[in-house]
């Protein structure tokens, strides 16, 4: 977590600090897991006092979910900014998905406590979890929608809607491949979620129409 180094002695003080408790809480909520980890046990590591915490976050789901949006606004931002030119929207899609599976496959046990806890927050955490899909889906719906301006999907479908029915489609793979025993394959995991997408893309396919008989 890097702290910016121009600022006043005061605020960057308390960015280091607020950085310390975010790399302290990565690491407990990774080996104990979410719910076995205290706020206690994160301010100990972060060398702070207990109260300190709660200056920073309100609560320790406010700390899991500043943690989820440091991590996967950074790997979406770079996975976007990366993609590959001229290439089909499978490939961008691969491409984006792609890179958040590669990032949970480094640290599986962050990944379960994103997962099995980031959906059932409470407000007002929850809505910086669905502002992350929201942000995701738009720009997912961008690329929909360049393909459908060029004639290449069907114009008649919603972009959003797809685009929400393929985060759907990854997120119930990502549950299935965390949830496996043994460990965990990017490849294998990225090549079914190539398989769902492909269907859901082919249902896109402009319609052309039925040639008429002749009588």
Do not use: C
């Amino acid at each position: 977590m890097s702290v910016a180094l121009d600022l006043p002695k005061r605020e960057r003080n308390k960015q280091e600090k607020r950085a310390r408790l975010l790399t302290a809480a990565r690491g407990l909520f990774a080996k104990k897991g979410f719910a076995a980890t205290t706020t206690a046990e994160v301010a100990a590591r972060a060398g702070v006092g207990a109260g300190t915490l709660f200056l920073y976050f309100a609560s320790k789901e406010d700390l899991l979910v500043d943690l989820f949006r440091a991590e996967m606004d950074r790997v979406i931002e770079r996975a976007f900014a990366t993609l590959p030119r001229r290439a089909s929207l499978m490939t961008e899609l691969l491409h984006v998905y792609g890179a958040m599976i590669e990032h949970h496959e480094r640290d599986p046990e962050l990944a379960r406590a994103f997962v099995k806890e980031m959906l059932f927050v409470s407000a007002p955490d929850r809505a910086q979890v669905f502002d992350f899909i929201d942000g995701l889906g738009a720009r997912v719906a961008e690329r929909i929608a360049l393909r459908q301006a060029r004639g290449e999907l069907d114009a008649g479908v919603s972009a959003q809607l797809v685009a929400e029915n393929l985060f759907a489609l990854f997120i119930a793979r990502l549950q299935k491949w965390l949830g496996a025993e043994g460990g965990l394959e990017a490849a294998s995991a990225l090549a079914r979620l190539s398989d769902a997408f492909a269907v859901q893309l082919r249902a896109l396919e402009p319609r052309t129409p039925a040639r008429k008989r002749r009588p």
